[in-house]
């Protein structure tokens, strides 16, 4: 009973779907099936502690048993299974999580756009191995957040294709000789087909299994994502400051702002990848069909859809409400020695030199910066002659020169490749990035309207038949 609350109302719309399937077929009569019908439209999803069921499906139909008699309700389960019926169920609540997945990653992405649109060019450092490698902007690193969860969009949206098929018609495994419409009933519940083969379609979980999969590539996302806005955050690195909504103090260190939101989305993360491994280690050695080690499978499911899109939507929150420190952003990308590869690439190209002789020559200016504390663009004129004749060639450079070439901004603007840190790129990269939104967006849109309208085409169907029954009978 514990884990059918969340299906409750679908396995009610199940019911509807079904009978009305065997009213038009003609295997249930009109009157009965009318009967049936104004019973499920009333049921409550509510799960009754008093019902002395084993689960939901039990507890409807003992329940529309009291309120019609056996040789009514008795007709309810004609032609279908607990097994079919908790396989549909299942899936119609997983594709309304899977919607609900997609509007948190699509605000999430709609965030990062904000940020970027507002301080994007502003100059950060980018790390390899985390320590500083080459200037970048802001945009750039949001950009590739950004694309990372697109990814896992286009995962669920094709996830979301393969859940929405309906099992209902496999009965227990083998089908019925029960004359329903699999397609019809299909439509009548918002799904765009039906599971072929009925042993599978009663069996089959790798849905479950591809969803937890799917959110497990959403968290590791969202978790470098938030051990990122941790790590920025600290006075170490002063990238940005997060709102205090998304902050503590410490219980005894007064000046402490911790970044414990961000860090519970990093466990998080640990927990999804657990209900993947449990959901894998139950289905690994099933044989076919239907086995109630099934049933421990779902709550796994559920638990990390959850954890999931909360994540998701309070990154949304971190990120659109952080404020980026551009100032001293600016001072520390200047004096880092981040550009370097700049110089020795101009070495390349002014000089003649192969790449691996400059990259050896700079790398020498470098240690020299380093030991005498002052700027690697101080250094390079006074010092690269000395340095360069060690590899057989004198070379000298400008002061003027070294200054343009060693700059951050100058360093950035040099960079031509499609895809670069290049600050130009950032309004085409925003314009090509919305506009991936507005396509998933009216994705959700239209997922969302064709539930809701097949909904009330169920419910609108059975009351049609429930009126046309007891019209005729008044009459």
């Known amino acids: 009973m514990a884990f059918d609350g969340r299906i409750a109302r679908h396995v009610i719309a199940i019911n509807l779907a079904h009978m009305i399937a065997l009213v038009e077929a003609g295997e249930v009569g009109r009157e009965a099936g009318s009967k049936c019908l104004n019973f499920l439209l009333g049921a409550s999803s509510e799960i009754s502690p008093e019902a002395k069921a084993e689960d939901f499906h039990q507890q409807l139909e003992q329940g529309a048993v009291d309120v019609l008699g056996l040789e ?23 594709r309304l999580e899977l919607k609900e997945l997609l509007e948190a990653i699509v605000d999430l992405q ?22 500083r490698a080459q200037p970048i902007t802001l945009a750039h690193h949001f950009f590739a957040h950004f694309d990372a969860f697109q990814r896992d969009l286009e995962r669920t949206l094709q996830l979301y294709a ?101 860090e519970i989305v990093r466990a998080k993360a640990g927990s999804v990848i657990g209900d993947l491994m449990a959901a894998c280690v139950i289905l690994k050695a099933l044989p076919y069909s239907y086995n109630l080690d099934l049933q421990e499978v779902t709550p796994h499911v559920w638990r990390a859809m959850g954890d999931t899109i909360n994540s998701i939507r309070v990154l949304a929150g971190m990120v659109s409400s952080a404020s980026v420190r551009s100032d001293s952003l600016r001072r520390g990308v ?12 101009h070495l390349v190209k002014e000089h003649g030199i192969s790449f691996r002789q400059a990259h050896a020559i700079v790398g ?5 910066s380093v030991d005498t504390g002052k ?19 004198r070379i000298t450079i400008d002061a003027a020169t070294s200054k343009e070439l060693l700059d951050p901004e100058h360093f950035l603007e040099g960079i031509f490749t499609e895809g670069g840190s290049n600050p130009r790129f950032v309004p085409g990269g925003l314009k090509v990035r919305r506009n991936e939104l507005s396509v998933t967006a009216s994705a959700v849109s239209e997922m969302n309207s064709s ?25």
């Open 72 to 94: 009514t309700a008795g007709f309810l389960n004609y032609g279908k299974s607990r097994n079919d019926q908790v396989a549909t169920a299942i899936r119609m609540e997983l």
């Open 110 to 131: 709609r965030a990062m756009l904000g940020l970027v649109s507002k301080q994007g060019a502003v100059t950060i450092p980018g790390y390899t191995h985390l320590q």
């Open 162 to 262: 393969r859940v929405n098929v309906s099992p209902m018609g496999a009965a227990a495994m083998a089908g019925t000789a029960v004359k329903i419409d699999r397609k019809s009933v299909a439509e009548s519940l918002g799904f765009d087909g039906v599971v072929r083969n009925a042993m599978d379609a009663v069996s089959a979980r790798d849905t479950a299994v591809e969803a937890l999969s799917c959110v497990t590539m959403t968290m590791l996302d969202a978790s470098r994502l938030a051990e990122e806005l941790i790590l920025w955050s600290t006075s170490e690195f002063g990238i940005i400051e997060l709102d205090d909504a998304y902050a503590a103090s410490s219980s005894i260190m007064p000046q402490k702002k911790n970044a414990v939101v961000a």
């Open 334 to 345: 200047a004096n880092d020695n981040s550009t370097a590869v700049a110089l020795a690439n």
């Open 364 to 368: 020498q200016l470098v240690r020299i």
């Open 375 to 393: 700027p690697l663009q101080e250094v390079a004129p006074s010092r690269i002659a000395a340095v360069s004749a060690k590899f057989g060639r």
């Open 451 to 475: 539930l809701k309208s097949s909904e009330r085409k169920l419910n609108a169907t059975a009351s049609g038949i429930a009126r046309e029954v007891k019209s005729r009978v008044e009459h």
